[in-house]
């Protein structure tokens, strides 16, 4: 899909202030994926409806490699986002695909799936995304959902300033997103800012929403976002959205969604609302009735 130029922009009378800068926690996965773990466990219950966001990138195959063997998931949703490299997806549900360079994978694991995620290159940069997003009660146990957006198929626009919006999920300038969620309302923006530009983007006061930024540095309400770092946004009643600015070249994730305001439990890959949920799947998993 072509990116197409957008006349005029959305009005933000007063933008969202950063609330604090939290810096990702290196980690690995998998089969030994280096990566950085940006929104973590104790930061659930703040940015609800997200559960967590990985960042990846290296040019050190040793890093990457071996990906992420057969492994199990219900009870949400997994959005990955690559921007360099290539990923094959199998699971149990029998989908398959290969996700490429500016692709998107969403998945809903809803009751249960196992799957892997393996890189398709033995040199080379491998850089991108995941995040978690959960699903309401009512959705946990929903049959498995997948499909794979490539970069050709996900919307994009321009504005005016010349900003380079990728949307991968909800609604900006009047573009809707490759997916939406009714009950979680997820907006899911790649940001690609030249030197000396502003983005502007309505947000409902109540959702909860945070930028991460992988290249250069923004400022959001006179605070700088460095490359790295995760601003998480106030919930302020009288800011009606965010306004991103960047003196330099940047790039950043623009990321919000509607609280579920539901009760969250998690061992691993599963996520319920119950510990007897998670003893369920844990049951499931082992006697072969997850997927």
């Known amino acids: 899909m072509t990116s197409q130029p ?63 063997p057969d492994h199990p998931h219900r009870g949400f949703e997994t959005v990955t986002y690559m921007i360099a490299g290539r990923m094959q997806h199998r699971d149990s549900a029998g989908h398959e695909g ?35 997003l959960n699903l309401p009660a009512g959705d946990k146990m929903s049959a498995p959902w997948y499909r794979d957006f490539a970069a050709a198929d996900l919307p994009r626009f321009d504005t005016d300033a010349g900003v380079a919006v990728t949307v991968i999920a909800g609604e900006s300038h009047g573009v809707a997103g490759a997916v939406t969620r009714e009950a979680t309302a997820p907006l899911y923006l790649d940001l690609h800012l030249p030197a000396g530009t502003r983005f502007c983007q309505t947000l409902p006061a109540e959702h909860n929403a945070f930028v991460y930024v992988y290249r250069g540095e923004v400022r959001i309400g006179g605070e700088t976002l460095p490359a790295s770092r995760m601003a998480i946004l106030a919930n302020e009643a009288a800011a009606d959205g965010v306004v991103i600015e960047a003196a330099g070249e940047a790039r950043a994730l623009l990321i919000a969604g509607r609280p579920l305001n539901e009760p969250i439990a998690q061992y691993g890959p599963f996520v319920m609302n119950t510990d007897q949920e998670i003893y369920q799947a844990l049951n499931d998993f082992r006697d072969g009735r997850l997927a």
Not at 37 to 55: C, G
Not at 120 to 131: I, K, N, P, S, Y
């Open 98 to 132: 290969l996700l490429e360079n500016g692709g998107v994978q969403w998945m809903t694991a809803g009751r249960g799936v196992i799957h892997s995620e393996i890189p398709q290159q033995e040199a080379g940069v491998m850089e991108g995304f995941q995040l978690w």
């Open 6 to 68: 957008i006349h005029g922009s959305e009005q933000v009378r007063q933008s969202r202030s950063v609330e604090r800068l939290v810096a990702g926690k290196p980690t690995s996965d998998g089969a030994g994926v280096k990566l950085t773990r940006v929104l973590t466990q104790p930061l659930q219950r703040r940015l609800d409806p997200f559960l967590m966001l990985d960042a990846f990138a290296s040019d050190n195959p040793d890093d990457y490699i071996g990906g992420f």
